[in-house]
């Protein structure tokens, strides 16, 4: 089975600065990986996502994360934030087709952007 | 076109009581999920449905019952709330693979349930 670590539960930093989201990932199997954004009382939103081909994906919203297989790391990176992308951003993983194509989450990490 | 939407949108339960969770979308999505949040352990699968009259269990499904009698709706039951069941339920749903729908999945705004 897969299993996804967000090491870092909260991530505090300064607008304008820029961020890093970690993002590992366990299983035997190739994988989708996916980085999904919540707002304040609000569900779900797909930020991007890696299927396959480059290994660099964009995003909405200036964000971009880099699959790293060797690694088995997916992390989220912005060169600066803003106060508008304080929110909870958690990385899925899906295995293969078949199954429901079920998502396994990471716990979440919590992105505060400061004045 | 709505997309995924959750009724009620709030619930307070005393326990041992029962109420059902209502999950539409007009997507014409195959898969639905149901899913639960809590804080510091992210979403954890209780049920999906990979199409009309089908389900199956997720990671947490004691507790819980579905049905899926028309393709867009996705029931979650609780026949007897526990405080347990206390958490913010997301339904989502996703079409059948192809490559340019890139798995993704569509999630509903949330059902904030208390169960006292």
């Known amino acids: 089975a897969q299993s996804v670590t967000q090491l870092d539960s909260q991530v505090p930093v300064f607008e304008e600065a820029p961020v890093e989201l970690r993002c590992n990932y366990s299983?035997?199997?190739?994988?989708?990986l996916f980085w999904y954004v919540q707002y304040p009382n609000q569900g779900l939103q797909l930020l991007l996502k890696y299927l396959s081909g480059s290994t660099l994906v964009k995003g909405i919203n200036g964000f971009e994360a880099e699959f790293n297989k060797s690694q088995t790391s997916f992390h989220l990176r912005k060169p600066s934030v803003h106060i508008s992308d304080t929110a909870e951003y958690f990385c899925?993983?899906?295995?293969?087709?078949?199954?429901?194509?079920?998502?396994?989450f990471g716990t979440g990490t919590q992105l505060k952007v400061e004045l | 076109n709505a997309g995924v939407t959750q009724t009620p949108k709030f619930r307070v339960l005393k326990t041992g009581q029962s109420m059902t969770l209502l999950c539409a979308q007009d997507m014409n999505h195959e898969y639905m999920y149901w899913y639960r949040q809590d804080p510091g352990m992210g979403l954890r699968l209780i049920h999906y449905s990979v199409g009309e009259g089908t389900t199956a269990k997720g990671e947490v499904p004691d507790g819980y019952n579905v049905s899926r009698l028309k393709k867009q709706n996705f029931l979650l039951g609780l026949e007897s709330a526990a405080p347990s069941q206390t958490s913010v339920y997301f339904c989502a749903s996703r079409p059948t693979f192809f490559p340019n729908s890139g798995e993704r999945q569509f999630f509903g705004p949330g059902t904030r349930l208390t169960v006292l």
């Open positions: 299983s035997s199997v190739s994988v989708y």
């Open positions: 899925a993983v899906s295995v293969g087709t078949g199954g429901g194509n079920k998502l396994t």
